[in-house]
Nanobody
């Protein structure tokens, strides 16, 4: 199977920075896109940023210019550097990856368990 494990969340003051890491492990043959989503209380889960295997990136308008997504293919890891954080960035952040496993010829989407980011005003 495949596991995605996030780290790096926490409590930060408005204007501060955080970096989220997500490591994929298990029966991985190839990772296509990787990304970050977030879900605030009472709201739907929303895209934050994604990055393809060749480095093409998409950002939500709400984080564009303040966040940078990157990945290390050799380490099966995706990062999200968030700067100038705002209280409205408070949410649980989930890692997401589209992966070909060793035993499957069809890519599947996997999710991490989430990491809490809280931005105080």
């Amino acid at each position: 199977q495949v596991q995605l494990v996030e780290s790096g969340g926490g409590l930060v003051q408005a204007g501060g920075s955080l970096r989220l890491d997500c490591v994929a492990s298990g029966s991985i043959f190839k990772i296509n896109s990787m990304g970050w989503y977030r879900q605030a209380p009472g709201k739907q889960r929303e895209l934050v940023a994604t990055i393809t295997s060749v480095g093409n990136k998409i950002y939500a308008d709400s984080v564009k210019g303040r966040s940078t997504i990157s990945r290390d293919n050799a380490k099966n890891t995706v990062y999200l550097q968030m700067n100038s954080l705002k209280p409205e960035d408070t949410a649980v952040y989930y890692c997401n990856a589209n992966i070909y496993t060793v035993i499957s010829g069809v890519p599947r989407t996997f999710w991490g368990q989430g990491t809490q980011v809280t931005v105080s005003s």
